[in-house]
């Protein structure tokens, strides 16, 4: 995106992406709730190709890039600013999540998460310690921005999503909202154009 065309932009844009596949998944659910939460300045977007994302490979990271891979870094690149909201498999991110951070790495092509204010809403009742560890990692390697002030633990359990699936505890959707509003305000600020 053009500086012309981030002057008439509005809105902060952040793309929502889940590390969870689930039909019924929490991280799912706190982001769908996000979206639907989202304070007035943000036009939130759920991404939803992680299933349909090839293996990272390295010699296929090249012209005409696999299409689900190219929608992938349009979308990261039309965003001002990325939320994950990641389940922890075996001590570590889900595998899902990993590929698709490898296909973001680098700063030579759009769609890079180099430089990205990112925040994560970390929903699980159990602490998921290692995979946040091995996210901050991962995005550290990426050059990400991690705005820490938006990266927030917010535990939701399968009894607080309502059957419109979005989490109906008051309290945890405050948290929710208001983690988006962080990240906002950080952006803006890094970002003024936003
Ligand atoms: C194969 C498997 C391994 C898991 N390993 C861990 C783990 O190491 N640590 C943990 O806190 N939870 C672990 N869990 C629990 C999930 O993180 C938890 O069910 C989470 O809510 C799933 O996220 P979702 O509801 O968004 O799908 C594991 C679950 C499965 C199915």
Same mark, same amino acid.
């Given at each position: 995106m053009t500086a012309v065309e981030k002057a008439v932009v509005t809105s902060c844009r952040m793309l929502l992406i889940s590390g969870s596949l689930r039909t019924s998944s929490t991280n799912t659910a706190v982001l769908r709730t996000a979206q639907a939460s989202a304070p007035e300045g943000v036009d939130a977007a759920l991404y939803e190709g992680l299933d349909g994302l090839p293996h990272f490979n390295p010699d296929d990271? !090249? /012209?005409?890039?696999p299409p689900a891979v190219a929608d992938l870094r349009a979308l990261v690149d039309a965003a001002d600013a990325l939320v994950f909201s990641i389940p922890e498999y075996a001590g570590a991110m889900p595998g899902s999540l990993k590929n698709l951070l490898d296909w973001l %790495? &680098?700063?030579?092509?759009? &769609?890079? %998460? !180099? /430089?990205k204010p990112v925040a994560w809403i970390n929903a699980s009742p159990r602490g998921a310690i290692n995979a946040h560890d091995s996210l901050r990692k991962v995005l550290g390697y990426a050059s990400a921005t991690i705005v820490e002030s938006a990266c927030v633990e917010v535990p939701v359990t399968a009894s607080m999503i309502g059957a419109d699936g979005l989490v109906a505890d008051v309290t945890a959707l405050e948290r929710i909202t208001d983690t988006l509003s962080t990240l906002l305000a950080a952006t803006k600020a890094a970002t003024p154009l936003c």
């Open positions: 990271d !090249a /012209e005409p890039l %790495i &680098g700063d030579d092509h759009r &769609g890079s %998460i !180099a /430089e």
